[in-house]
């Protein structure tokens, strides 16, 4: 069955946001969920991106989204899911498979 590859963006920055102690760094973060969702969900096309809130691509999109992080002081790593905010601060892996699910993906 061809589905659309999801996009995944982890907007984060390198230093942890105050509230964020203990927590991993939101590279840490974006690592963490590229590998669990592959191995989730293997041979099922999704793409994930790493966005530095303090120096985000040109894309005015992601670049507002970040000015947002940064003036509403959310709690990062924030991880979107085709636009939508699914995780703050400690993204929740149930709740991204589920979100991917509604896709159409299928654990193996």
Not at 3 to 24: D, F, M, Q, T, W
Not at 48 to 68: G, L, T
């Amino acid at each position: 069955m061809d589905r659309k590859s999801v996009e995944i963006h982890v907007y984060g920055a390198e230093v942890l946001c105050p509230s964020c102690v203990n927590l991993p760094s939101s590279k840490e973060t974006y690592d963490w969920l590229e590998a669990a969702v592959g191995r989730k969900y293997p041979d099922q096309p999704f793409t994930i991106k790493y966005i530095d809130i303090y120096n985000p691509p040109e894309d005015e999109s992601i670049k507002s989204f970040a000015a947002k992080v940064i003036e509403e002081d959310m709690f990062y790593p924030i991880v979107l899911l085709e636009g939508e905010v699914v995780g703050e601060g400690n993204p929740r892996l149930k709740t991204i498979y589920s979100e991917l699910e509604k896709y159409g993906y299928k654990a193996v």
